[in-house]
């Protein structure tokens, strides 16, 4: 999912570029051992001879390197600030939360681990009602740093309420994220690289046994 | 110590500001519940009638807003990538490490706390002779962002090193950061707000019994 971020900076700005695929817990040819040797994880890109780490970080340099092509984050630095809270909060308390649905133990952890989830996408609906100012998008017109660190995941939300059989993005709880799900997988920036649901159903599945196996 | 790095910042800018404590593990008033619901964590920097949470986004919130000041990130997009890196290493990976040097219970669990402590020290010392090219500091000539990412801890590191009766800034493994510690120390922006020893390390002992508590 973190490639995702990644890959749509590089179409907003119009950026050619190739895709080389690792496989998910291994490294055969120590790539990631290289590239990534305090993480050892995807995605890195390398630009020139020199790779950029963690999927935040690789999203503000590609808006920074291309500043002359449509903007990535929003221009005011209290915007600029409200985004990147927002990213961090999803990486650090929301996305734990959204993988515990899967991976807890228990239905009562299971129902807690949801919940947890679903009070963060509400806390993201009330920061998409004051970032969005009315307009489609975290970032307005267009879509924008706080639309893609969240956006990536709609697919893994997809599969984990199939998985889990739970609801995330409700449109009754959050209907105006609800309606930005729709209007951000869209879009042209997006469209072509999420990933086929089944395939993804698939890894998610592989994912709870290798994670639950490793955690044992 | 997250609060210096906001200090360090408004003085390399020399911004004017007002500091309002608020008592550790304590917001009776519910200042921090209004300013900062999400985390209820200091530091919280208030501009206007604004309030902008945690600390490495304050610092570059006061670099962007302030940006014709001395600059805090580097100029340049890969520098700057490879400094915001280094700062979220610091957070997730290496303050843990330091935190459990106090925190962890029995002999061999600390003595694996130091271990890790000190290996993100060297990588930290790989960084800095990249990211410095020969200066004192890993922002160059004058101290930068990640200079205040890992300068805050210093006066933490020494009391940690008080209490555990160990050697975190060593002038054998990692000299570059030793000499660079006197230096960051020594600068302007910083001397003033370093906090004093013996008050540090009387918090330093309520905090380990205060979340040694929380944490049983």
Redesign the interface.
């Known amino acids: 999912m973190f490639v995702l971020r990644a890959r749509i900076a590089l179409n907003i700005k119009s950026v050619e570029h190739e895709i080389t695929e690792e496989k998910f817990l291994a490294d055969k040819n120590g790539l990631l051992r290289n590239l990534n040797p ?1 993480y050892e994880k995807i995605p890195v890109l390398i ?1 020139g001879d ?1 790779p ?3 999927s935040l ?2 999203v ?2 590609i808006d ?2 291309w500043a002359s092509r449509p903007a990535i984050l929003p221009c005011d ?2 915007d ?2 409200m985004a ?2 927002w990213a ?2 999803i990486d650090d ?1 929301w996305i734990p939360s959204v993988r515990a649905i899967l991976l807890s133990e228990g239905e009562e952890a299971k129902k807690a681990a949801l919940e947890d989830a679903i009070q963060g996408l509400i ?1 993201l609906e009330e920061a998409f009602t004051k970032s969005s100012k009315g307009k489609k998008f975290f970032g307005g017109d267009k879509i924008g740093y706080l639309d893609i660190a969240l956006g990536c995941f709609l697919e893994w939300m997809r599969v984990t309420q199939k998985i889990a059989n739970v609801n995330l993005i409700d449109e009754s709880k959050t209907p105006n994220l609800f309606k930005w799900a729709q209007d951000f997988c869209a879009d042209d920036a997006v469209k072509d690289v999420l990933p086929q649901t089944d395939k993804l159903l698939e890894f998610a599945k592989f994912y709870a046994v290798e994670l639950k196996g490793s955690m044992e």
């Open positions: 305090v630009h020199r950029i780490c963690e970080i690789i503000q340099y920074e390197v630095p209290y600029r600030a990147r809270f961090v909060y308390k806390l």
